[in-house]
């Protein structure tokens, strides 16, 4: 049992007045009232926005808040359980939030039940800021500005021996045993099959049996490395609305150590429609390139970047390819999110000629580990 709220309905006035009263010392709440959010937009966990009355009328007092929660469906909260998803964002927002390197939320209260996966946020409201429409697509300006800011925040962590000391901020793609992500690989390929999954996405059901070979070792350690969001799309990205409002980036679930284009190549086959991807992605792609350079990243080529880009084309294949049946879609809006998701990344496997690179990359794997040991060996890491 867990000794703090682990949904809205267990939220109490006294509970909110204790944890409030830390960021807003001689403040008295006096009541409050709640609203679903986020709903077809966030699929591990649940959110509210808590309108708070306050006795004081002062202007360092919020009027709303969020509270984030556990996701209320138990599969969804196992799969976090197994891929330390909610203790990845609870580090994050301990350990980092006020070195972040990128503008977030801030916190006003963080507790985290690992034994039974249930934890509660209370964050900054972020409106009049308000995020875009996936499914719609994000415009070339809009793109513009995560690829600057997550270059400024890649910059900021680039071999941060800082992210090497912390329990939580383990690759995602070496979490788990490469045995058990086999196993859950071909569950996945079976209830595919089953289902059709991918019968309206023909690049992705022709590509996904070339990833088993991919099986034969375990993946090597991401380097150069940095603090990927892991999850970035334009759901977790808030942008200013008429002036009004900041940029800021949500979600951390997903957060961990990785390859730069990790991040990248989400962003630019997930949150932007086929047609602004295959006219802005190379000059997307200069400009981060271009701002590494200039928040100092100077022995990381764009020829390398490339390859990597392609890499985590694959790694984003691998990732859709697992079975979503633990995650809740229960939402009217799932099934178009998904659909544009599937239908991006499927054009630009065929864009990328992703089957070359998966036909060569078991032969490569064990040349990019010693390829990896010895620039570990060499490097000199950077202290953020």
């Known amino acids: 049992m867990s000794d703090f709220p682990t949904c809205a309905d267990e939220l109490t ?18 009541g409050f009232s709640l609203e679903t959010i986020g709903v077809g937009q966030g699929f591990m966990g649940q959110l509210v926005r808590i309108q708070l009355d306050f006795q004081e009328h002062r202007p360092d ?34 350990d980092f939030h ?71 901020a383990e690759s995602i793609t070496n979490a788990r045993p490469i045995s058990d992500t086999l196993e859950l690989f071909m569950n ?21 049996p070339l990833l088993i070979p991919l099986f034969r070792m375990e993946p090597p350690q991401p380097f150069p490395f940095t603090l990927v969001h892991g999850d970035l799309r334009s759901d977790n990205i808030f942008f200013p609305r008429n002036s009004r409002g900041h940029f800021k980036v949500i979600d951390w679930q997903t957060t961990g150590i990785g390859q730069p284009m990790t991040d ?49 084309l694959v790694v984003t294949l691998l990732m859709f390819s697992m079975s979503m049946d633990d995650i809740d879609q229960s939402s009217d809006r799932a099934a178009p999110l998904f659909h544009v998701m599937y239908s991006r990344l499927d054009a630009a496997l065929v864009d990328w000629e992703v089957e070359k690179i998966l036909k060569i990359l078991p032969y ?3 040349f990019m580990k010693l390829s990896t040991w010895i620039k570990t060996k060499l490097a000199r890491p950077k202290t953020p």
Do not use: C
């Open 13 to 30: 006035l006294s509970w909110l007045q204790n944890q409030l009263s830390q960021a807003f010392p001689n403040s008295t709440l006096e």
């Open 98 to 168: 006020s070195q972040a390197g990128i503008p977030i939320p801030k916190s006003f209260a963080i507790h985290y039940d690992a034994a039974n996966s249930h934890f509660v946020l209370l964050l900054e409201d972020l409106a009049p800021a308000t995020i875009t429409d996936q499914v719609e697509g994000n415009s070339e300006a809009e793109s513009e500005q995560v690829i600057i800011a997550f270059a400024r925040f890649h910059s900021h962590w680039w071999n941060s021996p800082a992210l090497l000391t912390t329990s939580w």
């Open 61 to 94: 007092l919020p009027d709303t808040i969020i509270a984030k929660f556990a996701s209320a469906k138990l599969e969804t909260r196992e799969l976090a359980a197994k891929m330390n998803y909610y203790g990845r964002e609870i580090g994050f927002y301990q």
């Open 188 to 208: 996945s390929m079976r209830q595919a099959e089953q289902t059709q999954r991918f019968a309206a996405y023909p690049e992705m059901q022709r590509l996904i």
């Open 364 to 366: 490569l794997l064990p």
């Open 264 to 312: 990248i190549a989400r962003w630019l086959t997930q949150s932007i429609s086929i047609e602004q991807r295959r006219k802005t992605e190379h000059t997307l792609l200069q400009l981060y390139h271009r701002q590494l350079v200039a928040n100092g990243i100077n022995n990381y080529s764009y020829k390398s970047m490339l390859n990597e880009y392609k890499l985590n």
